[in-house]
Nanobody, 126 residues
Framework: QVQLIESGGGLAQAGGSLQLSCAASRRTFSSYATGWFRQIPGQEREFVAA????????YYADSVKGRFTISRDNAENMVRLQMNSLKPEDTAVYYC???????????????????WGQGTQVTVSS
């Protein structure tokens, strides 16, 4: 089992920045692809970004491309999401997810990931 703990959420103004962090409890996390998803109450969980274990490949939703950057530090068992030029529509609970290889679908689908954090709230005011 791998536990994922998100941090860094909070309140930001439109145009501002926040950095989310996802800390993992086990070293095996360094071999897992990792993604960020977000969810608004009453809506489905939405893909935001993903990164392969080696950082060789990154993937972004069109809505955040050019504004958000995903990165990882395997020595620290950490994945980060730098969010710049925030918009009110970025308001959501953000979840970190890890793919140990048993899931299905591509990186854009929640079914790909088998470990999830508890989420951290991001609120962007206009």
């Amino acid at each position: 089992q791998v536990q994922l703990i998100e941090s860094g959420g909070g309140l930001a103004q439109a145009g501002g920045s926040l950095q989310l962090s996802c800390a993992a409890s086990r070293r095996t996390f360094s071999s897992y692809a990792t993604g960020w998803f977000r969810q608004i109450p009453g809506q489905e969980r939405e893909f935001v970004a993903a990164i392969t274990w080696s950082s060789a490949l990154t993937y972004y939703a069109d809505s955040v491309k050019g504004r958000f950057t995903i990165s990882r530090d395997n020595a620290e068992n950490m994945v980060r999401l730098q969010m710049n030029s925030l918009k009110p529509e970025d308001t959501a609970v953000y979840y970190c997810a890890a793919d140990s290889g048993v899931g299905t679908g591509n990186f854009y689908y929640a079914s790909r990931y088998d470990y999830w954090g508890q989420g951290t709230q991001v609120t962007v005011s206009s």
